[in-house]
């Protein structure tokens, strides 16, 4: 059974400090993304991933993929409050017909 | 073109009436994809289509579930006799074959 999982499930960080979140996924797969939702919004894509070792990085957020251990990690440095929303890792699997599978995504919560 | 729209935006239906929702994908996009999303859930996938060919079906799309994508173009997904487990928010997104997934802002279906 494909399975995508994120840890943790919600997260209260307070403006200034730093944290990664985590996405490990249970067939290989050389293909992730990650995605923000504002409640109540659709998703919004944030990174994608395509090979070992990739790393990208936007502002704040720096995303990582390692193919060997499937796990990618999402890090926040500095955390302000328009980082608060759910962040959701996906992957893509050849052999379902290129369909995503999500993951359960972070809530994260910056405190001013 | 602005991205994939969905429309409606809301539907409120009582339980038991057929109800159908557009989806339009970003015009050079080969590949529409139809999600379900409840609340702190992510996006659960349902069908999606390669032009206007469906090529996979979830376990979740039910018999009462119906999609098309006659031209290749925008699609709908109809939903009939309508049940309160149907109440979600259904997210459509498309995709060159390969490349990340582009969401539509999602029709939210509320079933009393």
């Known amino acids: 059974e494909l399975k995508v999982e994120q840890n943790p499930l919600f997260l209260s960080m307070q403006e200034g400090k730093n944290y990664t979140i985590y996405c490990n996924y249970s067939?290989?797969?050389?293909?992730l993304y990650w995605y923000r939702q504002d409640p109540g919004k659709s998703l919004e894509s944030l990174f994608v991933?395509?090979?070992?070792?990739a790393v990208k990085q936007e502002g704040r957020l720096m995303a990582s993929l390692d193919t060997k251990a499937r796990l990618s990690t999402l890090h926040i440095t500095a955390a302000v409050h328009d980082l608060s929303a759910t962040y959701f890792c996906?992957?893509?699997?050849?052999?379902?017909?290129?369909?995503?599978?999500f993951g359960t995504g972070t809530s994260l919560t910056v405190i001013p | 073109d602005t991205g994939v729209s969905q429309n409606p935006r809301h539907k409120i239906t009582k339980r038991g009436q057929n109800v159908t929702f557009r989806c339009d994908p970003i015009?050079?996009?080969?590949?529409l994809y139809w999600y379900r999303q409840t609340l702190g859930q992510g996006p659960e996938f349902l069908t999606y289509?390669?032009?206007?060919?469906?090529?996979?079906k979830s376990r979740l799309l039910s018999d009462r579930f119906s999609a098309e994508r006659p031209k290749g173009s925008f699609s709908t997904l109809e939903i009939q006799r309508t049940e309160q487990g149907d109440s979600a928010m259904y997210l459509c997104?498309?995709?060159?074959?390969?490349?990340?997934?582009?969401f539509g802002p999602g029709t939210r279906l509320t079933v009393t």
């Open positions: 015009s050079e996009h080969n590949r």
């Open positions: 289509f390669q032009n206007e060919a469906q090529l996979e």
């Open positions: 997104a498309s995709r060159r074959t390969g490349a990340e997934q582009y």
């Open positions: 991933l395509l090979s070992n070792g």
């Open positions: 996906a992957v893509d699997y050849y052999n379902t017909g290129n369909q995503f599978y």
């Open positions: 067939t290989t797969s050389d293909r």
